[in-house]
Nanobody
Framework: QVQLVESGGGLVQPGGSLRLSCATA????????RGWFRQAPGQERERVSC???????VYADSVKGRFTISKDNAKNTVYLQMNSLKPETTGVYFC??????????????????WGQGTQVTVSS
């Protein structure tokens, strides 16, 4: 059974920080790529970041320099450190896994497994 569970979301003021976690079971970070997607109100779901099995990373232009994706293979957990948060960051963040390739796919259709999402709200 494959399971992805996000945590760490919440309400934060602009300029603040949050750390999202994605704990997984049934799949291994040594063999797949993991992505973080954001769905903002009234917007399509978009990829925020991705990390490959060998540690290569990709970031959306909107978060470069502020977000950092990482993983702990032993814990089978992926993290997204979010700093200097802006109101535009608000949305539901989803963790997803692509078990068919070792590259970072941009489209959500390339990811086979998804978590339920965690809400991130940036507001003063």
């Amino acid at each position: 059974q494959v399971q992805l569970v996000e945590s760490g979301g919440g309400l934060v003021q602009p300029g603040g920080s949050l750390r999202l976690s994605c704990a997984t079971a049934g799949i291994n970070l040594l063999y797949d790529a993991r992505g973080w997607f954001r769905q903002a109100p009234g917007q399509e779901r978009e990829r925020v970041s991705c990390i490959t099995s060998d540690g290569r990373v990709v970031y959306a232009d909107s978060v470069k320099g502020r977000f950092t994706i990482s993983k702990d293979n032993a814990k089978n957990t992926v993290y997204l450190q979010m700093n200097s948060l802006k109101p535009e960051t608000t949305g539901v963040y989803f963790c997803a896994a692509d078990v068919t390739g070792s590259y970072c796919a941009a489209s959500q259709s390339d990811y086979e497994y998804w978590g339920q999402g965690t809400q991130v709200t940036v507001s003063s």
